[in-house]
């Protein structure tokens, strides 16, 4: 079946460092690729996502590119923040059935320090 | 144009009662989705649901959980005779259509059972 692994966490990072949190996918199709963000006591946001290989996926100078090749979508930022610590989900969809589920990666829990 | 919204944010229940957890989908959206997370480890897909239809409950425990999501009002998730391993946050996603649309999740509901 399909499933999502992601670098464990917690990734401490100092204010305007460099951000990188691995993903890499097992699906039997060509899944679309998402990151969620989900902060303190709240629920997931959709951070950005690519629904084909060699896409970019954008957002809030979050950046990760669908690699089919290595089967991999690396959530990247140039200078994280402290308002950017939070839990990181990558997930996939595959949708072979005709509807679209979502699967989930553990999590990756950043924080970043001032 | 308001998310998804579930309801109670927080529920407390003691052992054997029952907990119901409500969701109305964003403006528009037909299909609902309900996922849950434990502590600690990522959101696991319990059930996919469309008006008054379960199309997939394949994540759903064998007994005690139901959900219903009928032609009117929101969608119902229901524990009867809840038990400490219930304790989880409860995630209600929907999204417009089915395959490859983005799929929205609400604030959750964070069940403890004491």
């Known amino acids: 079946g399909d499933s999502v692994t992601q670098m464990e966490g917690p990734v401490t990072l100092s204010e305007e460092a460099f951000l990188t949190i691995n993903c890499t996918y097992t699906?039997?199709?060509?899944?679309?690729l998402f990151w969620y963000v989900q902060y303190p006591g709240e629920g997931l946001q959709l951070l950005l996502k690519a629904t084909k290989a060699d896409d970019k996926g954008s957002n809030k100078g979050f950046e990760a590119t669908y690699r089919k090749e290595t089967t991999s979508f690396h959530l990247e930022k140039g200078s994280v923040q402290v308002s950017d610590s939070a839990v990181y989900f990558c997930?996939?969809?595959?949708?072979?059935?005709?509807?679209?589920?979502?699967?989930f990666g553990k999590g990756t829990m950043l924080l970043v320090s001032p | 144009n308001a998310g998804v919204m579930q309801n109670p944010r927080h529920l407390v229940r003691r052992r054997g009662q029952e907990a119901r957890l409500r969701c109305s989908p964003m403006k528009g959206h037909s299909h609902v989705y309900w996922y849950r997370q434990l502590p600690e480890e990522g959101l696991k897909f319990m059930v996919y649901l469309q008006k008054e239809n379960i199309i997939d409950e394949s994540g759903m425990p064998k007994e005690r959980f139901s959900a219903e999501f009928p032609k009117e009002g929101p969608s119902i998730l229901r524990i009867q005779q809840v038990v400490r391993g219930d304790s989880a946050a409860y995630f209600c996603?929907?999204?417009?259509?089915?395959?490859?649309?983005?799929?929205?999740f609400g604030e959750g509901s964070w069940l403890t059972v004491v």
């Open positions: 699906a039997t199709g060509y899944p679309s």
């Open positions: 996603a929907s999204s417009q259509g089915q395959h490859r649309d983005t799929i929205y």
């Open positions: 997930a996939l969809s595959e949708g072979n059935s005709g509807y679209s589920t979502l699967t």
